[in-house]
């Protein structure tokens, strides 16, 4: 699982690596685990 990080900014930035994935929305093909982590990664540089 990807994650992005926005270095140089007042505040923490990440953000899953797959974007925003609209061609796979309201199919049941997208998963969470990428947001999962980049919100775990955000959670332990704060």
Do not use: C, Y
């Not at 899953?16 to 332990?44: P, Y």
Request: aromatic content about 6%; proline content about 2%.
């Amino acid at each position: 699982d990807g994650v992005n990080i926005t270095a140089g900014l007042p505040f923490i930035r990440t953000s899953a690596d797959h974007g925003t994935a609209f061609d796979i929305a309201w199919t049941g093909k997208a998963k969470s685990e990428s947001m999962a982590v980049s919100i775990k990664l955000a959670m332990q540089l704060a």
